[in-house]
């Protein structure tokens, strides 16, 4: 009696699996469709209309998929700054181990301005979609106070490393060193500089990695 089951288990594994990848499927094409016109035409103007137009799909899959246009949001703004779909959260990316483990108090610093610029070139238009829209939309406001919260406890977790690592100038704290490089390594400041100044994203990496060698330690860049 127990062989029917195994022999039938093929199939209905290979059923779902294919189900599973059709919606992840989907979710992407959904997702890079609102991140196309989240940043072009505004969040606010932005409708599941023309969400599930631009994806190829209808509106009752889109709302199937997410439910509200904000998860829509927040998933798109999840995958640009992790930059795959898996469920590991940024202080167990290798990166981040990468950064705690180097000795050199300087190349903690470099890999850390690094991981920061490589989530900007993903992330930092929809960044400021959020920045943007949260001065009107409680909601939106909601995720944009969470992920400054996000941003600081990563900031925190390295500052307290760089510590250990090297004095920090002037009696500095890590909690102090913690806001100055959640600042430094700001999407804000980011697209100042990046956007609306026209520099490139390596002049942008060499001066945050200088501005925070010189701001936190007083070690010579």
Not at 67 to 79: S, V
Not at 200 to 218: F, K, N, S
């Amino acid at each position: 009696m127990s062989e029917t089951p195994r022999r039938s288990s093929g199939p209905a594994t290979a059923r779902e699996d294919g189900r599973t990848a059709r919606a992840r499927a989907t979710r992407t094409r959904i997702t890079t469709a609102a991140t196309e016109l989240f940043t072009t035409a505004g969040y606010t103007t932005t409708s599941i209309t023309a969400i599930a137009a631009r994806a190829g799909v209808s509106e009752q899959t889109v709302y199937y998929a997410f439910g509200t246009k904000r998860a829509i949001l927040t998933t798109a703004l999840d995958l640009a700054v992790a930059g795959d779909d898996r469920p590991v959260p940024t202080m167990e990316r290798p990166w981040f181990r990468e950064t705690l483990d180097d000795p050199d108090p300087l190349g903690h610093i470099r890999r850390q301005v690094a991981a920061a610029g490589d989530i900007y070139l993903r992330a930092a238009p929809l960044l400021d979609v959020v920045r943007s829209a949260a001065t009107t939309d409680p909601d939106l406001a909601e995720v944009w106070a969470t992920n400054i919260r996000q941003r600081l406890t990563v900031q925190r977790a390295l500052a307290d490393a760089l510590a250990r690592k090297t004095p920090l100038r002037d009696g500095l704290t890590p909690d102090a060193a913690a806001d100055i490089a959640l600042t430094v390594l700001s999407p804000e400041t980011y697209n100042l500089l990046v956007d609306n100044r026209g520099w490139d994203h390596a002049r942008w990496r060499a001066w945050a990695a200088d501005a925070l060698a010189r701001l936190l330690t007083t070690l010579a860049p």
